[in-house]
């Protein structure tokens, strides 16, 4: 199996924008190492990002990869075959004008800026237990080890090169934990052999990433991807054994959830044969909405229902069960 580990060559902090550091063959499992959103400048809870990180050259990802067969119009099916955290601890930390609680450049008051401080969580493999400590108290609490991936998305369509933090279509920086282990994502292809990149593996992650930064971890991630010919894919989707999920991406929340409603009702309509107002029914009554970013310039919501409800109906002729199977 084909291992890329990150270098300066092998990194990005955009999509779009830079050529295939390599080509992957659908069906092909590979493997990479992606670097934590530092890019690993953090090694202690004395490294203030602010002092050892150079913006905006955050959130590092690995790739791009041109995937062999993609083409605009198809949809990118990237399967998560395994995430294993690549170093014994991870870090977190708050950013002054950076979160969901506090004053920012879009939501701009009077009040001062957060303290700049960092955690650090250990991780325990054998256990699967990450433990947070206050940094100003004793309190010590071992949480669920949960890795997932922060951010995966292909180049965006219109010749665009957005910023690795920023999610939208193409799928980027969208902080949803429901990205992990046995998870398909399903992207929309814009632009020959999609480019694919893959980046800010999270130990774990709350919903909504409140305070913007997970436990954040360098990552070793398997991949296998296939290519659906000639069905487009509009917004995000994922999907795992128990369900199927639309994530939508924008500013405000509520047209994130909007998009992420909308998308997943066409998804059900369209597998059961359904008319709009059928499938809005039973989305309305059988669905869930996570949250994902709300810190970033995009918000992120992510509908989902329970295959359950659906009948056998399988998405994408089946791609998540054969990439599952390997």
């Given amino acids: 199996m084909t291992r890329y580990e990150p270098t300066p060559d092998s990194i990005s902090y955009t999509f779009g924008g830079k050529p295939a550091i390599a080509r992957v063959k659908p069906g092909e ?42 083409e605009p119009g198809d949809t990118l099916a990237v399967h998560v075959l395994e995430l294993t955290p690549a170093a014994p601890y991870g870090f977190s930390s708050t950013f002054p004008h950076f979160g969901a609680l506090t004053s920012t450049a879009h939501t701009a008051t009077l009040q001062p800026p957060l303290e700049e401080r960092v955690w650090r969580y250990d991780v325990d493999l054998r256990n699967k237990t990450v433990r947070y400590a206050a940094r100003n108290s004793g309190l010590v609490v071992d949480l669920p080890l949960a890795p997932m991936l922060g951010t995966a998305g292909v180049a965006p369509a219109g010749g665009e090169v957005r910023a690795t933090l920023v999610p939208d279509a193409h799928g980027g920086n969208m902080d949803t934990p429901l990205l992990g282990a046995a998870t398909t994502l399903y992207l929309g292809v814009n632009v020959p052999g999609a480019l694919l990149a893959v980046g800010d593996g999270h130990a774990r992650q709350g919903d909504g990433e409140a305070c913007g930064v997970a436990v954040e971890i360098a990552m070793d991630v398997t991949l296998v991807v296939d290519v659906i010919k000639g069905v487009p894919t509009q917004w995000p989707r994922l999907e795992t054994d128990a369900a199927l999920m639309s994530a939508g991406v924008a500013r405000p929340l509520e047209d994130a959830y909007r998009i992420g409603q909308v998308d997943l009702v066409a998804h059900v309509a369209d597998l059961l044969g359904l008319d709009t107002l059928d499938a809005y029914q039973l989305v309305s009554q059988a669905g869930t909405s996570a949250v994902g970013n709300v810190c ?27 990439l599952r199977r390997g």
């Fill in 29 to 70: 499992p590979f493997e990479l190492r992606t670097l934590d959103c530092y890019g690993g400048a953090v090694r202690d809870v004395t490294d203030l990002p602010s002092e050892v990180c150079t913006f905006p050259y955050l959130n590092p990802v690995t790739g791009p990869f041109h995937v062999e067969g993609a």
């Fill in 296 to 322: 970033d310039p995009n918000y992120v919501m992510v509908a989902s229902i329970a295959k359950q409800y659906l009948g056998g109906a399988e998405a994408y002729g089946g791609a998540h069960a054969r």
